[in-house]
């Protein structure tokens, strides 16, 4: 009998918080359906995969982190393809395509996923299949769903042209062009904002103009229970609804739905009793190299201030090679809460077995492509410490998860539910009562109480634990053995399935442990605690290296953290070397009340005093105002980028002309757009020239490092 060999084709991911490799793992798994063989890798797997060589389609899931870099197991990979000294056919062998995930409250939407296009392509790659951008703003299924859907019948299209181009080859012994006729019929189409049938963050922004999408889907196929708009509103909805996050009303309730697979299991979890109390803090400082003294907690944010700002003080003598330059940011390692933890132990049944050791393997039989041991989850640690440091149980349940909760739960009407928000019918209740909530594990474990997984689930879909990065908010030569930051708490409102709010995790956590000497600013002598840090370097975001040149700095609220850190050190750079040339600096700082949260008042006047600071330009959102709904005038700047606006001549001055530099760091959702926004304004009044001139020149600013970024969500 003849042997049947199926098409192969490669999936190659490169994932941070594991999103991306999920979506390459389920179209590896759903590859057999579709009569072909995936072979699936992690971009760092390089010893896997050979691209130089690959003859089958390639398939690219790829997401991007922090500000537009490469997920940590795709940054070699995306290093070697930016080598110069490769040729222009050196892939020309080579079909892909490629499905980015990205953010666009960040700036560098899906930058990752679009380098990696971009040198695919100087290298020779051909397209076999429109790029996917999805974002994960406004929800990621909206592209990935009907890109996927697509996708394998162009894999099946590019593996006859590959073969046909084979036989071609045979006698020409040169490979082809793909013509653009024989692409797949996918529909590409700019973006815009009509063609959301979801949710905007901001309607004042258009997601990057020059990026071609998969249409959503139309919006009727996609059935809510709460009208459109509702879905963009943060925490609670607005009005009454029938529906909530346990039960639907028609016509989701009456539909026939579309759920995803069922994820194969492929851990085998057991749960062993140990003898000996585990050091947590041993098992863990494997991880975050140092493990540094709070000596100093002071709260910048003044009576009732809608959000409280902390400044926290690291003792970091212990550790000399420790050091970092302002602009650079590192990361917080934080604990799970206790309370949530127990929690979740009790939903498992396994309160009892919490100190056990984990055992975790891989299952003999499991369908699962690409299957591992989590990387991040130590050998041999306990149950109690899995669930503290290892898991982020807090993680919003993908589709996948809610489609294998469904499997172990018991009543029907819970299995229906969970089914429709995991179906395609029921995005936009997805999108409502899980995703735009922000609910965790815990939280539907206790909407859905006959829901009972076992722990090898929780383990084998919930994400690693990242730790919280965050800005040094001082200058080594200012402060010297110390570090400094500066944070919001973050505080979630009670919504449908949380019926009461919560704090953020990593700054709940540093609030709870300072809080004592905060409350007692009599106890500031208190034994402060100590965290595990780490030191994430910014090569990119640091004050011009030539100190002769001006620069602009935009940091409203805590925004103005790293820029505390430059201004310390260009104060002390100026004590040191009194005679050199120091250029023009300017800093917009804006905050809601300048009695309440105008942090750092006294240091930024004593700058300006000092002549360290030129130009300080600050604006009150909510002083002064007889009228909220009123709109900014020239004599009333609300927001940083009105102030902006008022200077546009001296800042454009600065850009266009006097080769200096301007840095934005704080919120990205809304501050950086509109800081854009504006400065695009600026520059086609100063050089009268059209949006799509203005464009390149920012985008020029970009590439040449004088218009920075240090943003977050
Ligand atoms: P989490 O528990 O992680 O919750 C925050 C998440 O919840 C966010 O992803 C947000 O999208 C979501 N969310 C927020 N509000 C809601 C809501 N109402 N409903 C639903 N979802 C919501 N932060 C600072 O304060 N200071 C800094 O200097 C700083 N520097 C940073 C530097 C970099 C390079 C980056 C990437 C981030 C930085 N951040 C900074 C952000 C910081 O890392 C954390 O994200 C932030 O402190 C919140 O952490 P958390 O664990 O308390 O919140």
Redesign the pocket.
């Known amino acids: 009998m003849p042997l049947e060999v199926k098409p192969r084709f490669v999936v190659l991911y490169g994932s941070q918080k594991g999103q991306a490799q999920s979506i390459a793992e389920g179209i590896a798994e759903e590859a057999e359906e579709h009569g072909l063989v995936a072979e699936l890798c992690c971009l760092n797997q390089d010893d896997k995969y050979n691209l130089e060589k690959e003859c089958a389609p390639v398939v690219f899931v790829v997401s991007t982190t922090?500000?537009g870099e490469p997920p940590d197991n795709a940054l070699q990979f995306v290093k070697r393809i930016k080598k110069r000294t490769l040729s222009p056919d050196h892939y020309k062998h080579l079909l892909y395509a490629l499905l980015a995930l990205g953010d666009t409250n960040y700036a560098n939407f899906c930058n990752c996923g679009k380098t990696i296009e971009r040198r695919l392509r100087e290298l020779g790659a051909r397209q076999f299949y429109p790029t996917g951008y999805a974002d994960d703003g406004v929800g990621l299924e909206l592209v990935i769903d009907p890109w996927l859907k697509g996708l394998w019948n162009s894999i099946k299209d590019a593996l006859t042209k590959m073969a046909s181009d084979r036989n071609v080859q045979l006698k020409e012994d040169s490979a082809k062009e793909i013509p653009e006729s024989s692409l797949p019929d996918v529909q590409l189409n700019l973006l815009s904002i009509a063609d959301k049938q979801i949710c905007e963050p901001d309607s004042k922004y258009s997601p990057s103009l020059a990026i071609s999408d998969v249409r959503p889907p139309p919006a009727s196929t996609v059935y809510t229970s709460a009208p459109n708009t509702q879905a963009c509103s943060?925490?609670i909805p607005q009005v009454s609804l029938a529906a909530s996050l346990t039960s639907s009303v028609p016509p989701l309730s009456e539909s026939s739905l579309n759920v995803p697979a069922l994820p194969p299991a492929y851990l085998d979890v057991t749960l062993q009793e140990a003898d000996a109390a585990e050091q947590a803090a041993e098992r863990l400082s494997k991880e975050a190299r140092y493990e540094v003294p709070i000596s100093k907690a002071v709260q910048l944010s003044k009576g009732d201030s809608v959000k409280t700002a902390l400044l926290l003080e690291l003792d970091i003598s212990a550790f000399p090679s420790m050091t970092y330059h302002p602009g650079d940011?590192f990361d917080v390692f934080?604990p799970n809460v206790a309370e949530e933890v127990d929690h979740l132990l009790h939903r498992l049944g396994l309160q009892d077995q919490k100190n056990h050791r984990v055992q975790i393997s891989l299952k003999d039989n499991t369908k699962k492509k690409g299957a591992q041991v989590p990387p991040h989850i130590p050998e041999n640690v306990s149950l109690l410490f899995l669930l503290t440091w290892c898991l982020e149980i807090?993680s919003v349940p993908k589709k996948a998860f809610l489609r294998a909760l469904v499997e172990h739960t018991s009543d029907s009407a819970q299995r229906r539910r969970l089914q429709e928000l995991c179906s395609k019918q029921g995005a936009a209740d997805y999108n409502l009562y899980v995703r735009?909530?922000?609910l965790g594990v815990s939280e539907l474990l206790a909407a859905f109480p006959s829901c009972s997984p076992p722990l090898s689930l929780l383990i084998e879909l919930l994400p690693k634990l990242q730790p919280?990065?965050?800005?040094a908010?001082c200058s080594l030569l200012r402060h010297p053995e110390k570090l400094r930051?500066?944070?919001?708490?973050?505080?979630?409102?009670a919504c449908s399935g949380r019926p009461a709010g919560r704090?953020?995790?990593?700054?709940?956590w540093l609030f709870d442990l300072v809080s004592p000497g905060l409350v007692f600013p009599e106890k500031a002598e208190l034994a402060l605690p100590k965290i595990h840090v780490s030191l994430?370097p910014?090569c990119s975001f640091r004050p011009p290296s030539d100190p002769s040149l001006p620069f602009v700095m935009i940091g409203p609220g805590?925004g103005v953290?790293?820029f505390i850190g430059f201004l310390q050190q260009r104060e002390e750079e100026r004590k040191e070397n009194p005679e050199a040339k120091f250029g023009e600096t300017w800093l917009f700082f804006g905050c809601r009340y300048r009695d309440k949260d105008y942090l750092f008042r006294e240091e930024l006047e004593n700058f300006v005093s000092s002549g360290t600071l030129n130009h300080l330009k600050v604006c009150f959102s909510r002083e002064d105002r007889k009228d909220e709904e009123e709109p900014p005038s020239a004599a009333q700047p609300r927001y940083v980028q009105h102030n902006l606006l008022l200077c546009c001549r001296q800042v454009t001055d600065i850009l266009l002309r006097r080769n200096g530099y301007i840095y934005v760091c704080g919120d990205a959702k809304n501050m950086a757009k509109d800081v854009n926004e504006t400065l695009m304004e600026m520059i086609k009044t100063e050089l009268q020239v059209d949006q799509l001139e203005a464009m390149k020149t920012l985008a020029g600013l970009r590439e040449q490092k004088r218009y920075l970024q240090?943003i977050?969500?």
């Open positions: 922090g500000d943060e925490g940011s934080c807090r735009d909530a922000s919280r990065p965050y800005s908010a930051f500066v944070f919001n708490v973050v505080e979630f409102p704090r953020g995790l990593c700054t709940g994430r910014n805590t953290a790293p240090d977050w969500a």
